[in-house]
């Protein structure tokens, strides 16, 4: 009687071998065969694998090494400016073109505030926040946009038709740079439209008193070492002339404080603690950020944190928002559909 005993199941080769009762030497061959077939198929996966391996990771080294700018989620899409030559190219244009200043406005206005459009085929919610705001004549003449004014690349032309209406009016929309504004290479767009995307301007009202709006470029998730520099000058030096409020407002939020955000990516942790940190020390009123399309009003240390929700055409809970700032600053949410 013979013997065969299946035995080694669970191990790493092809797991199957055969042993076979000791003196059948027809059965031994056979097994030694087989054996060796899965051993000679085996490492010839293996090294497919590990050359596979090693040229992936030449490959990202070589990607990564001549492009410094190089984002990993748009690996394969596109080189885009880092957020210092966006900065660089953004002072430039203010260094040649100044920065805004109202006067005259009433000691308590009212600001509208819109973000994360995401134009791509239809502009229903964009057309009623524009004509809401020019309806209203005691709104001052400019309002904030903080960025994803589209989807995706082709459809600017579409969306500055639509806002059109607000420049013909005399007014103006300050716009902070969003992610889907940077992606597949649209920097030159935006910068084409609005020209730069890290600036101030500053409303002094009928009685003197002076509000500070300071617009960051956070469309990669961090404001970069030249850009931090800058706006920590600015808060010391704008500090000292007496404002009434500093006002900021960028894309990207900063706390991500539960799961209502889903994938969207935000600072990270020690970016956002210099910069809770830094706008503590300046007495920033209030922080306005947009990016995640769910609302948020958190306190930190002293500083108002709002996150708007999103004024995309189809979203559900669509809003824009109207700050009404006097010597406080209270908030209005309008929902759109
Ligand atoms: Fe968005």
Same mark, same amino acid.
């Given at each position: 009687?013979?013997?065969?005993?299946?035995?080694?199941?669970?191990?790493?080769?092809?797991?199957?071998?055969?042993?076979?009762?000791?003196?059948?030497?027809?059965?031994?061959?056979?097994?030694?065969?087989?054996?060796?077939?899965r051993v000679?198929?085996?490492?010839?996966g293996?090294?497919?694998?590990?050359?596979?391996?090693?040229?992936?990771?030449?490959?990202?080294?070589?990607?990564?090494?001549?492009?410094?700018?190089i984002?990993?989620?748009?690996?394969?899409?596109?080189?885009?400016?880092?957020?210092?030559?966006?900065?660089?190219?953004?002072?430039?244009?203010?260094?040649?073109?100044?920065?805004?200043?109202?006067?005259g406005?009433p000691?308590?206005?009212?600001?509208?505030a819109?973000?994360?459009?995401?134009?791509?085929?239809?502009?229903?919610?964009?057309?009623?926040?524009?004509?809401?705001?020019?309806?209203?004549?005691?709104?001052?003449?400019f309002?904030?946009?903080?960025?994803?004014?589209?989807?995706?690349?082709?459809?600017?032309?579409?969306?500055?038709d639509?806002?059109k209406p607000?420049? =013909? &009016?005399?007014r103006? *929309?300050?716009?902070?740079v969003? !992610?889907?504004?940077?992606? @597949?290479?649209?920097?030159?767009?935006?910068?084409?439209?609005?020209?730069?995307?890290?600036?101030?301007?500053e409303?002094?009202?009928?009685s003197?008193?002076?509000?500070?709006?300071?617009?960051?470029?956070s469309g990669?998730?961090t404001l970069?070492v030249?850009?931090?520099e800058?706006?920590?000058?600015?808060?010391?030096?704008?500090?000292?002339?007496g404002?009434?409020?500093?006002?900021?407002?960028?894309h990207?939020?900063?706390?991500?404080?539960?799961?209502?955000?889903?994938?969207?990516?935000?600072?990270?942790?020690?970016?956002?603690?210099?910069?809770?940190?830094?706008?503590?020390?300046?007495?920033?009123?209030l922080?306005?950020?947009?990016?995640?399309?769910?609302?948020?009003?958190?306190?930190?240390?002293?500083?108002?944190?709002?996150?708007?929700?999103?004024?995309?055409d189809?979203?559900? =809970? &669509?809003?824009?928002? *109207?700050?009404s700032?006097?010597? !406080?600053?209270?908030y209005? @949410?309008?929902?759109?559909?």
């Open positions: 009687m013979r013997f065969l005993t299946p035995s080694g199941f669970g191990m790493t080769t092809q797991n199957l071998s055969f042993r076979a009762k000791r003196g059948n030497s027809k059965v031994k061959r056979k097994t030694i065969e087989m054996k060796d077939k000679r198929s085996d490492v010839g293996r090294f497919l694998t590990a050359f596979g391996m090693t040229v992936s990771v030449v490959l990202m080294f070589l990607l990564t090494s001549c492009g410094k700018n984002d990993y989620k748009g690996l394969f899409f596109t080189f885009n400016e880092s957020v210092n030559e966006r900065f660089a190219e953004s002072m430039e244009y203010n260094e040649q073109h100044g920065y805004d200043v109202y006067t406005i000691d308590e206005y009212e600001v509208y819109m973000s994360d459009i995401h134009v791509d085929f239809s502009t229903n919610n964009l057309d009623r926040y524009v004509s809401d705001y020019l309806a209203d004549t005691m709104a001052p003449p309002s904030l946009c903080l960025g994803d004014v589209i989807n995706a690349t082709g459809h600017w032309d579409y969306f500055a639509h806002v607000v420049t =013909d &009016a005399g103006k *929309i300050y716009y902070a969003g !992610n889907h504004d940077l992606y @597949f290479d649209q920097w030159p767009e935006f910068k084409s439209r609005f020209h730069t995307s890290t600036y101030w301007f409303v002094q009202t009928v003197g008193f002076k509000d500070l709006y300071i617009a960051l470029d990669n998730g970069g030249d850009q931090r800058w706006l920590e000058n600015i808060l010391k030096t704008k500090r000292n002339e404002l009434r409020h500093i006002v900021v407002f960028t990207t939020h900063l706390f991500k404080k539960d799961s209502s955000q889903g994938h969207t990516s935000n600072f990270n942790l020690e970016e956002t603690y210099d910069l809770a940190d830094l706008f503590d020390r300046y007495d920033v009123s922080v306005l950020q947009g990016h995640s399309h769910s609302r948020d009003l958190t306190t930190f240390k002293d500083v108002v944190y709002l996150r708007v929700d999103a004024l995309e189809h979203y559900p =809970d &669509a809003y824009y928002t *109207i700050l700032i006097g010597e !406080n600053i209270n209005n @949410f309008v929902k759109i559909n």
